[in-house]
């Protein structure tokens, strides 16, 4: 699991019907802003601007419930606060 924010979302027409009814959000790793934005299916309800948890591979795959999904990351969770010992209480 990867703690990302959103940064925008995507329109697009989907001609994969496996995506059919899925929202795609773009996202980027905290604290890597030296790798680019890639895209999510959102299955939390989040929003621009929001910390979320994202899975990857097989495992987001599993989230949206078909193992043969062109899916490679999906956003399970938003983040209300977390703590690290480096950081302290977000």
Do not use: Q
Not at 5 to 11: Q, R
Request: net charge positive; proline share 4%.
């Amino acid at each position: 699991m990867r703690i990302c924010k959103v940064i925008g979302h995507i329109w697009s027409t989907k001609k994969e019907p496996s995506l059919e009814g899925l929202k795609f959000m773009v996202v980027r790793e905290k604290d890597a802003k030296d790798r680019p934005p890639f895209v999510a299916v959102d299955l939390a309800g989040a929003g621009e601007g929001e910390e979320v948890l994202v899975v990857s591979g097989s495992t987001a795959r599993y989230a949206v419930k078909n193992n043969n999904a062109p899916i490679d990351a999906a956003i399970v969770g938003i983040i209300d606060t977390y703590e690290t010992e480096k950081a302290g209480k977000k």
